[in-house]
């Protein structure tokens, strides 16, 4: 009994948590506590362009339904989301080989070969250690591009160097 006395006594001696004035119903925020959010003009541009871009998985489940994007493959996707709003980057992969790297890799390049970037001019250069390779790939990233519904300059469906008509974008491999 007298623990239940001094249990609710503690209960309504409390000081209250909060410092502001409650309301019934409760609101999101206490009227004497305004927000302080100020967004510019570039967030306001890249949330806009946020809602109606398709992301790196969107693509290439449009452009390769077969590729399988396995867990690390969208962490991938995730990490290099900023490329997709023109800012740069800096990653190294490791992971062990025939696990969707180079696949993925190559889906981003021509994701933003086939896309408007917010800055202008895209150029994408793919080094790899000998010609065949980068051949090869390159002419897989024209696959991607001509599956997305984009076409290839005439007269530059050369391997090593060609551009895409609807953005101008350039790739060299």
């Known amino acids: 009994m007298i623990v239940r006395a001094l249990l609710l006594l503690w209960c309504f001696a409390r000081p209250t948590p909060l410092s502001c004035d409650m309301q019934f119903p409760p609101t999101r925020q206490c009227d004497n506590v305004t927000a302080q959010v100020q967004l510019t003009e570039e967030d306001l541009d890249r949330l806009a362009a946020e809602a109606t871009q398709e992301t790196f998985d969107e693509f290439a489940a449009r452009v390769f339904p077969r590729f399988k994007r396995y867990p690390y493959v969208l ?11 023109g800012e740069a980057l800096r990653l190294l992969l490791r992971m062990p080989p025939r696990h969707g790297k180079t696949t993925a890799i190559l889906l981003v390049i021509a994701y933003l070969l086939t896309h408007h970037m917010p800055n202008g001019e895209v150029q994408v250069a793919y080094v790899t250690y000998g010609d065949s390779l980068s051949h090869a790939k390159s002419r897989e990233v024209q696959r991607y591009v001509r599956a997305a519904g984009c076409t290839i300059a005439r007269g ?5 160097e060609w551009s895409v008509v609807e953005t101008g974008a350039r790739f060299c491999a």
């Open 75 to 85: 962490e991938l996707f995730a990490e290099m989301d900023g490329l997709r709003y």
């Open 156 to 160: 530059e469906s050369a391997v090593n």
